[in-house]
C-alpha cells in the first residue's frame, strides 16, 4: 500500500514496522510529528520526556534491557543530550538504539545551522541520511538491526526540507522483535576508566568494521552517467543536485559516517570532475579532501542558509543570476509572527515594558515578546538560560537600581526541562533574582505539547502532575505567587514588589494557551468611536486583533477573544464588550 | 514534465491542508508527487508557503526562484512576497483578500496599494478569483482554501475529478466533506 507521508512521519513508521518498543522525545521544530506519529501505534511505549538528555537516558535504558529504543530530537536538542551520546558510544547496544536528529538549515525555527553530522564524527557512531520519506522508513527500520548487529547507537539525521516534505512511501507490515532477556554485563555498562579504555578499543575496532559496511550499503550508491562531471551528495541535497545536472555521474551517500573511503575513490577514479553538493558545513568535502582528491564545494555552495534548485544551479553555474525573475515590486512589509489575540503572555510583555524592565528571556512563544511593539526581550540564549543569564548580570551590576531591574522569563515547558536547575543554583548561591514562568500549561511553540505540570502523557493518558508552586517553595524559595495574566494591575503590583526584594522570588502568570480554549465562544471587545481620541496606545498592546481604521482604533471581532488587556489599557475608556446578543 | 506550485498566505488560513489536498490529489492521478511546508515560528501569523510538485518523477519537494508554474494564493500581498519564485510566463490565481501584518496594524509600517496592480504589471496571466466571498456565502470562510483548490483545478486538468473528491475525503473531517465538496464545486465554476 502507498502513502503520502512526511518525513517525520516516515520515521515513525520505520521505527513500527521495525518493532521499536519504546519511544521518547523532548518536541521541537523539525522534529515534533515523530514521537506524534509514533504514539499513534499502540504496540508502542512513547513518552514526553522532560529534556533530551532523559529521554536518550530512559531510552538506553529500555536498551540495556533488551528491547528495541528511539528518541528524536531538534539539532539543539543533541547537545543537551549529547553526554549520554559520548558513553552510550563505548556501552553499545543490546536492543537496538536509534537517534534521529532533525537539522534546521536556513533556521526557519532555530537558533542556529549547526551541523549534526559532527556528532557521528566525534561520538564514533554510525549516521544515515534520508533523501526522501521512502528512504526516512527504510533507514529508520534499517537503524535497528545495525545497531544490534554492531552494538552501538545509530544516528538517523534528517532536516528540516525531509522532515516537512510530504513524498510517497511504500508501507510495510510490522516486524515483532522480542524483548531479549537481561544480561548484567558491568564491563560494558559501567563505564569506568578501567572498563571504558577496553570499550574504547572496541568502539575504534567497531568503526571500522561499520567502515566496511557503507562500503557496501547498497544506499551508497554510484549512478553512472556523464563521466565528465561526478557529484557526491547527502540529504536533500541530492534531490536538487539531481534536478540541476539530470545528465552528471552520481554517488549518492546514505550512510555518511563512518564515511566510506574506497568507494569514494572508486568513484573520482571514474570521473574527471568532482562537485560535492551538501547544505551545512563541508562535512563530506573534506573527508574526500582527505583522499587527495580534489572538489569543488564550499567554495562556490554558501555555507549559509538553506539550498534549493536555483541556489545550487545558480552558484554552479549552470544558471546566471542576471536571469533569475527580478520583478518589479513596491515595498513589501514584513510579516513577523506574533503572540496570538487573547495570548496570555501579551499582559507580562506590557508590564515589563512598562516597567523598563531587564528581561532576560528563554525559548518558547514568548520570545515573540522580544519584537516591537513589545520590545520587552533582552536576552535569549537557548532552553532553560533564562535563568542563569539574570543572576549572573546580577552578580556585576553594581548599581542597585539597575540590578534591580533585571527579571528572569521562561515558559512552563521550558522550565521543567531546564529551568529548575538554573533556579536551584540561584538559590544555592544567594542570588536574588524575579523569576516568571509563564504557565500556560503546555508546550505552545511546537504544536501544544503535554508536560510533567499538565500531568497528561504523550498518549493522552493521565501520568502524574508536578505541582510548580509546590516544586519551587521545596527547594527553599518562599516567595512564590501565582497571578492572573490578564489583571495588568494584579500583574504590576506583584511584579514591583518582588524586585525589590533582596531574596529570590518566583512569580507565576497561570493562564492556558488561548489555542487550547478554541472550542469556547468569546465575547469580543469594541471600540467606541466617540470616546476614541486615535491616540494608538492600545496598538502598543501588541495585540493582532487591533489596528486603526481612519483616525479609530479598530477591534476585529473575529479575532479578539475578550481578553480586556486593551480595555485596561485604553487611557479614554473608549473600548467594551460588544453586547451580546 | 513536471509541475510546480506554490500555495502561500498567512498563518492560519488552510495552506498546509490545502497542499495536503493537492499533493494527494496528483498521487491519485498517478503522478509521483511531493510538497515542502514549513511548521513552528511561521504558524503564529506569520507568512506561510508550502510547495507541490508533481510529475512523472520528482526529485526536489522544494520551489526555488523561477521555478513556479503556477502561484495560488490566499492574501495578496504574499504572491508580491512570493513573485520571485514564479517561471516567466508562470500564472497566478488570487483571491483579492487583504490581511494586514501586524506591524501594518499598528501603525509601523504600510501595506503597499493596488496590489493586485502590481502583480497585473509583472505577470501576464493574473486570474483574480473572489474566492473568500464565496467561502463567506458558504457560510464558512475557513473554506476559501478549497475553493482555491477548485479554482485551481480548471487549470491543471490532469489532476482528475475523482482524485480531487478522494483527497478531499481523506484529508478533511468527516463532518465538513460535503461542505468541503461544495465548495470545490464553487471553485470549479468561479473563473
Ligand atoms: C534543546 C531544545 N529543545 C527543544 C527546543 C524547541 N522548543 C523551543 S521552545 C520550546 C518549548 C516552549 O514551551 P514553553 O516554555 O512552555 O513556552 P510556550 O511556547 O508554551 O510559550 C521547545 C520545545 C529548543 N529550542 N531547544
Given at each position: 500500500m502507498k502513502a503520502l507521508l512526511s518525513g517525520n512521519e516516515a520515521v515513525a513508521r520505520g521505527a513500527w514496522e521495525g518493532g521499536v518498543h519504546v519511544g521518547c522525545a523532548y518536541p521541537g521544530t523539525p522534529s515534533t510529528e515523530i514521537m506524534e506519529a509514533l504514539s499513534q501505534y499502540p504496540e508502542v511505549y512513547t513518552e514526553w520526556s522532560v529534556n533530551e538528555k532523559v529521554s536518550l537516558e530512559v531510552a538506553s535504558g529500555a536498551s540495556f534491557a533488551g528491547a528495541r529504543a528511539m528518541v528524536a530530537m531538534k539539532h539543539v536538542g543533541l547537545n543537551v543530550a549529547a553526554d549520554p551520546l559520548f558513553s552510550l558510544s563505548y556501552i553499545g547496544a543490546t536492543g537496538g538504539l536509534v537517534i534521529v536528529t532533525c537539522d534546521d538549515p536556513g533556521m526557519h525555527s532555530s537558533q542556529n545551522e549547526q551541523d549534526n553530522r559532527h556528532y557521528a564524527r566525534s561520538a564514533k557512531v554510525p549516521l544515515l541520511e534520508p533523501s526522501d520519506s521512502q528512504e526516512a522508513k527504510e533507514f529508520?527500520?534499517?537503524?535497528?538491526?545495525?545497531?544490534?548487529?554492531?552494538?552501538?547507537?545509530?544516528?538517523?539525521?534528517?532536516?528540516?526540507?525531509?522532515?516537512?516534505?510530504?513524498?510517497?512511501?511504500?508501507?510495510?507490515?510490522?516486524?515483532?522483535?522480542?524483548?531479549?532477556?537481561?544480561?548484567?554485563?558491568?564491563?560494558?555498562?559501567?563505564?569506568?576508566?578501567?572498563?571504558?579504555?577496553?570499550?574504547?578499543?572496541?568502539?575504534?575496532?567497531?568503526?571500522?568494521?561499520?567502515?566496511?559496511?557503507?562500503?557496501?550499503?547498497?544506499?551508497?550508491?554510484?549512478?553512472?552517467?556523464?563521466?565528465?562531471?561526478?557529484?557526491?551528495?547527502?540529504?536533500?541535497?541530492?534531490?536538487?543536485?539531481?534536478?540541476?545536472?539530470?545528465?552528471?555521474?552520481?554517488?549518492?551517500?546514505?550512510?555518511?559516517?563512518p564515511f566510506p573511503r574506497e568507494l569514494v575513490r572508486r568513484f573520482a577514479s571514474k570521473v574527471k570532475k568532482i562537485i560535492v553538493v551538501e547544505e551545512n558545513d563541508p562535512f563530506i568535502e573534506e573527508q574526500v579532501r582527505l583522499l587527495g582528491i580534489e572538489v569543488t564545494g564550499k567554495d562556490k555552495i554558501p555555507l549559509v542558509g538553506e539550498l534549493n534548485p536555483t541556489r545550487v544551479a545558480v552558484c554552479l553555474g549552470v544558471k546566471k543570476e542576471e536571469e533569475l525573475p527580478k520583478p518589479e515590486l513596491p515595498h513589501i512589509p514584513k510579516r513577523p509572527p506574533a503572540l496570538c489575540p487573547g495570548c496570555p503572555h501579551t499582559g507580562v510583555f506590557n508590564v515589563i515594558r512598562k516597567l523598563k524592565l531587564i528581561a532576560t528571556g528563554d525559548i518558547g512563544c514568548y520570545t515573540l515578546g522580544t519584537l516591537p511593539p513589545l520590545n520587552a526581550m533582552d536576552t535569549c540564549v537557548e532552553m532553560g538560560a533564562s535563568i542563569g543569564n539574570a543572576f549572573g548580570m546580577q552578580l556585576v551590576m553594581k548599581d542597585d537600581k539597575l540590578r534591580k531591574k533585571v527579571v528572569a522569563v521562561i515558559g512552563d515547558s521550558t522550565f521543567f526541562h531546564s529551568g529548575i536547575t538554573g533556579l536551584i543554583n540561584l538559590y544555592y548561591n544567594r542570588g536574588i533574582t524575579t523569576v516568571i514562568i509563564l504557565d500556560n500549561r503546555t508546550t505552545a511553540m511546537t504544536g501544544h505539547q503535554d508536560h510533567p505540570g499538565t500531568g497528561k502523557t504523550a498518549k493522552g493518558e493521565k501520568g502524574r502532575e508536578v505541582d510548580l508552586v509546590k516544586l519551587i517553595k521545596g527547594i527553599g524559595i518562599e516567595h512564590v505567587y501565582v497571578v492572573n495574566p490578564y489583571d495588568l494591575k494584579e500583574l504590576t503590583e506583584v511584579i514591583k514588589r518582588e524586585i525589590e526584594r533582596e531574596e529570590p522570588s518566583v512569580i507565576i502568570p497561570r493562564a492556558p494557551c488561548v489555542l487550547l480554549r478554541r472550542g469556547e465562544k468569546f465575547t469580543p471587545m469594541r471600540v467606541i468611536e466617540d470616546k476614541c481620541t486615535g491616540c494608538r496606545v492600545c496598538l502598543k498592546v501588541g495585540c493582532p486583533a487591533i489596528s486603526m481604521r481612519g483616525d479609530k482604533a479598530r477591534i476585529d471581532p473575529f479575532l479578539c477573544t475578550g481578553c480586556t488587556l486593551c480595555q485596561q489599557t485604553c487611557p479614554f475608556g473608549a473600548i467594551e464588550f460588544v453586547e451580546e446578543k | 514534465m513536471t509541475k510546480s506550485i506554490v500555495i502561500c498566505g498567512v498563518g492560519g488560513q488552510g495552506i498546509l491542508v490545502a497542499s495536503d489536498i493537492l499533493s494527494l490529489a496528483a498521487m491519485y492521478s498517478g503522478f509521483d508527487a511531493k510538497k515542502s511546508e514549513v511548521h513552528g515560528m511561521s504558524q503564529r501569523g506569520g507568512d506561510v508557503i508550502s510547495t507541490v510538485r508533481y510529475g512523472e518523477k520528482v526529485y526536489s519537494p522544494l520551489i526555488g526562484e523561477g521555478m513556479a508554474d503556477i502561484i495560488l494564493g490566499f492574501e495578496k500581498l504574499e504572491v508580491l512576497r512570493n513573485l520571485s519564485l514564479l517561471k516567466p510566463d508562470g500564472k497566478v490565481i488570487v483571491t483579492d483578500f487583504r490581511l494586514d501584518p501586524l506591524p501594518v496594524a499598528c501603525g509601523l509600517d504600510e501595506y503597499p496599494d493596488d496590489v493586485i496592480g502590481w502583480i497585473k504589471k509583472n505577470v501576464s496571466d493574473v486570474h483574480v478569483v473572489d474566492a473568500v466571498k464565496v467561502a463567506v456565502e458558504l457560510g464558512n470562510i475557513r473554506v476559501t482554501n478549497v475553493v482555491m483548490l477548485g479554482a485551481l483545478s480548471g487549470h491543471i486538468p490532469e489532476i482528475k475529478k475523482e482524485a480531487w473528491e478522494q483527497a478531499i475525503r481523506e484529508r478533511v473531517p468527516q463532518k465538513y466533506v460535503d461542505l468541503n465538496l461544495t465548495a470545490f464545486e464553487r471553485g470549479c465554476n468561479i473563473s
Open positions: 529508520t527500520r534499517l537503524a535497528f538491526e545495525i545497531s544490534e548487529e554492531f552494538d552501538t547507537p545509530v544516528m538517523v539525521r534528517l532536516t528540516t526540507r525531509i522532515s516537512h516534505s510530504k513524498s510517497i512511501v511504500e508501507l510495510g507490515e510490522r516486524k515483532e522483535v522480542p524483548v531479549k532477556e537481561y544480561v548484567k554485563d558491568v564491563k560494558k555498562r559501567v563505564i569506568l576508566p578501567a572498563h571504558a579504555r577496553e570499550r574504547h578499543g572496541f568502539v575504534e575496532e567497531r568503526m571500522e568494521r561499520l567502515r566496511k559496511y557503507a562500503e557496501e550499503f547498497p544506499y551508497n550508491r554510484i549512478e553512472e552517467g556523464d563521466p565528465e562531471l561526478g557529484i557526491i551528495a547527502d540529504s536533500v541535497a541530492y534531490m536538487y543536485a539531481k534536478e540541476v545536472f539530470p545528465e552528471a555521474s552520481f554517488l549518492k551517500l546514505s550512510m555518511v559516517w | -
